[in-house]
């Protein structure tokens, strides 16, 4: 079978992280173009690739069938609809968009032009939240949820998150993986309310949030810092069985990090968590397998008509409608 011709557009973290790798081991997929406009990184990983300075030559090249954005937020929408207009299917790392309206012509976009676009929501596949879905999943009632992601950055950095651009900040950075997260699990809300602060002197960014959602039968905060020199456990469960308690992230960044390739025998989650039961006993077991090539899985079936992709529209879309909400009640 024809492989899917890929360009990723940017080569920083994610795209040298947690794009390119994947692309790169999946069976699917073939890594054909990086655009990198200073450097050459991406031909030292990749020795066969095409490394390009301008967006311009991706899209003009009619060979190349899936474009990837890793760019910076700010850029998403214009480089999203762009690659659309050139008959590209598109994946556009999180935020997809800046605002609810964007998300919706991107939409619509897509569909007229019969081509995918999904956000790059990588965290559905993490083995903590797997876990967690699986838990819900059984039926078993839950009570609470609480997620906590936080980061110590307490000094203002020279890059372009710290700018002040538009979706470049820690509400748009983290809460769509949150909010991704708690929609797959629980659906929308019966009310969502939420607080935004910049609380580190001479920060031109959000770098706090929390958010309430609740369900009537059960209640769900999600909050984020990066002033917090100590994290907080990461998710806690209360369910009619007892308490959960889940503590590391994830294991896959940390893998790829240290430069272990996504189709070795041992990437994946290997973490443990501790469950309390109503005995107040604890007991340890390991999260899900998780497996951000997953995710490369679905999205090669969507293009090729076989399946869906990993990400519905609808949800691209609602997530973008809640942080344009909690964005300009600030």
Not at 11 to 20: E, L, P, R
Not at 22 to 44: G, Y
Not at 155 to 165: A, C, P
């Amino acid at each position: 079978m024809t492989k899917i011709r890929t360009a990723v557009v940017g080569y920083g973290f994610s795209g040298k992280i947690f794009q390119c790798p994947f692309i790169e081991a999946h069976e699917a997929f073939e890594l054909v173009t990086v655009v990198e406009r200073h450097k050459t990184d991406s031909k030292e990983d990749y020795p066969n690739v095409k490394v390009v300075k301008n967006y311009d030559e991706v899209l003009e090249d009619d060979a190349i069938d899936l474009v990837v954005l890793s760019t910076p937020s700010h850029l998403h929408f214009e480089q999203a609809k762009a690659a659309l207009e050139a008959g590209k299917h598109v994946v556009v790392e999180k935020p997809f968009t800046a605002t609810y309206d964007e998300a919706l012509t991107l939409i619509d976009m897509a569909k007229d032009k019969g081509k995918v676009i999904v956000p790059y929501q990588n965290r559905r596949y993490d083995g903590d939240f797997l876990t967690v879905k699986k838990i819900i999943d059984s039926g078993e009632r839950v009570y609470e949820f609480e997620a906590v992601w936080d980061r110590f950055v307490p000094e203002i950095g020279n890059r372009w998150k710290e700018e002040g651009l538009a979706a470049s900040d820690l509400l748009y950075d983290l809460g769509p993986h949150f909010l991704d997260q708690v929609l797959c699990l629980f659906g929308e809300p019966d009310s969502f309310k939420g607080v935004v602060n910049t609380l580190r002197p001479k920060s031109k960014i959000v770098d706090f949030f929390s958010m309430q959602l609740s369900y009537g039968d059960k209640e769900v905060r999600v909050k984020s810092s990066l002033i917090a020199a100590h994290a907080d456990i990461r998710y806690k469960l209360h369910t009619e069985k007892g308490t959960y308690h889940f503590y590391v992230m994830g294991e896959q960044e940390h893998q790829l990090l240290a430069g272990m390739k996504p189709d070795d025998p041992n990437y994946g989650d290997n973490a443990m968590y501790d469950f309390y039961d109503y005995d107040g006993v604890k007991h340890q077991r390991q999260v899900e397998k998780g497996s951000y090539m997953d995710y490369f899985t679905q999205l090669s079936k969507a293009i090729r008509g076989t399946g869906v992709a990993p990400v519905q529209p609808d949800e691209a879309v609602k997530l973008i409608k809640y942080l344009d909400q909690l964005s300009t009640n600030d």
